[in-house]
């Protein structure tokens, strides 16, 4: 397992102090916002294992749901379903996984510019990776296995445009640490790094 690191619990207390210090304040009176997206997730596939590693690129459903402390403060959690990912060294393929990401995001909202509602994010992403399966012909040579959780760093912009009372279009960007030890016969021979880019267009409601 991928156990978060000082900076990362460094990063999950600071996240706290910025969703709950703003408690105290007023809160808006439509506090949530709710987005559905279609995001295309590209992988940088870093691989030290010598294998030349990669897993498939895609486009997934994505949902989310933000609650504003303040105009400007929110935090916002992102969800999708299990996502499947073909697996392969080289051109050549040797196996899929699945992936499930839930990311919690605090962000800050920028306000001043009327229907143009540009934001940031920093938070963290913690990914379960299940169903792991290799073709035969790998099993045999090198038992693998992958580590089944990461913990990581996400960042996020973005930006809302209202096109009707509380409605948006929306477009956001996040790049998101992911990463997970590769063993041969139970001794680890590498890391993979997926650190995918998620680029997405969808719609909100605000209410």
């Known amino acids: 397992m991928n156990t978060p690191t000082l900076k ?3 990063l999950a207390a600071a996240l706290v102090t910025c969703i709950t210090l703003p408690a105290a304040a007023q809160t808006p009176s439509e506090p949530w916002l709710v987005r559905i997206r279609a995001v295309g997730l590209i ?7 010598g294998l030349d590693l990669s897993v498939s690129d895609k486009v997934l459903p994505e949902v989310d749901v933000s609650y504003f402390f303040t105009p400007e403060l929110a935090a916002e959690l992102v969800l999708t379903y299990p996502q499947k990912h073909s697996i392969r060294a080289g051109n050549t393929y040797i196996g899929a996984l699945h992936q499930l990401p839930p990311t919690l995001l605090a962000q800050y909202h920028f306000t001043q510019l009327g229907a143009l509602k540009p934001y940031v994010g920093l938070g963290l992403n913690y990914t379960n990776i299940s169903k792991v399966h290799f073709t035969p012909g790998v099993v045999a040579a090198l038992h693998p296995s992958l580590d089944h959780s990461s913990f990581g760093l996400a960042l996020q912009a973005g930006v809302d445009y209202e096109i009707a009372k509380n409605v948006y279009v929306n477009f956001d960007v996040k ?5 997970t030890d590769v063993k041969s016969s139970g001794a680890k021979v590498g890391k993979f790094k997926v650190d995918p880019w998620l680029i997405g267009v969808g719609v909100g409601y605000r209410f």
């Open 43 to 49: 992988s940088d596939n870093k691989d030290s294992t």
């Open 8 to 10: 990362q619990v460094a």
């Open 175 to 179: 790049h998101v640490d992911i990463e």
